[in-house]
């Protein structure tokens, strides 16, 4: 089994800088925060010992590599319905 490597909000922050996501140290805490219904954007967790939240970095980078492939499947496919269109 791999090592998990738990990273807190700014550590996330740096992960996805360095995949090429900049995002504003307010953004990375309205991701983890939790909306009216208890849900968070990013599985991000409250450490039981230090109270960060935390987040494993390989499903941070996960989601958004997962993410990425979803969003380019969705341009193909709309730039094949457009082609097959007849003008």
Known sequence: MSQLN?????EAREVLADMG???SARQMKRAAEM?????R???FFI?????KLRIEKGTLKKIYMELHIHAQKNV???FNNLSSQPN
Do not use: V, Y
């Open 41 to 43: 954007k990013l599985p």
């Open 21 to 23: 996501i900049e995002l």
């Open 6 to 10: 738990f990273i807190d909000l700014e």
């Open 76 to 78: 193909r496919q709309i």
């Open 35 to 39: 909306d009216a219904h208890g849900r």
């Open 47 to 51: 450490d039981p010992i230090d109270g």
